[in-house]
Nanobody, 118 residues
Framework: QVQLMESGGGLVQAGGSLRLSCAAVGGLISRADFGWYRQAPGKQRELVATSRTSGLTNYGDSVKGRFAISRDNAENTVYLQMNSLKPEDTAVYYC????????????WGQGTQVTVSS
């Protein structure tokens, strides 16, 4: 069983930056595709960024050019650097890890709140 421990959320003013962390316990991040998703009140969960074991990354249209996903294998942690934050970025951010195609190998973190004030 893999546990994903998220941290780094908080309250920030518009234009500011935050870095979210997703530390994996019980599995090596080098063996998984990772993603960050977010869910705002009353809205569906949406993709923010993904990082595949191949090295490929992908971003949601609303965060391209502002957010960056990265990995630190030594720390066994995946990061989401968020710059030029906007009030519409306010949401609960979730870390996801896929160690295989089966749902048995799909794990989610508990979520971390990001609030951007105008």
């Amino acid at each position: 069983q893999v546990q994903l421990m998220e941290s780094g959320g908080g309250l920030v003013q518009a234009g500011g930056s935050l870095r979210l962390s997703c530390a994996a316990v019980g599995g090596l991040i080098s063996r998984a595709d990772f993603g960050w998703y977010r869910q705002a009140p009353g809205k569906q969960r949406e993709l923010v960024a993904t990082s595949r074991t191949s090295g490929l990354t992908n971003y949601g249209d609303s965060v391209k050019g502002r957010f960056a996903i990265s990995r630190d294998n030594a720390e066994n942690t995946v990061y989401l650097q968020m710059n030029s934050l906007k009030p519409e970025d306010t949401a609960v951010y979730y870390c996801n890890a896929k160690f295989g195609d089966s749902s048995d190998y799909n794990f989610w973190g508990q979520g971390t709140q990001v609030t951007v004030s105008s």
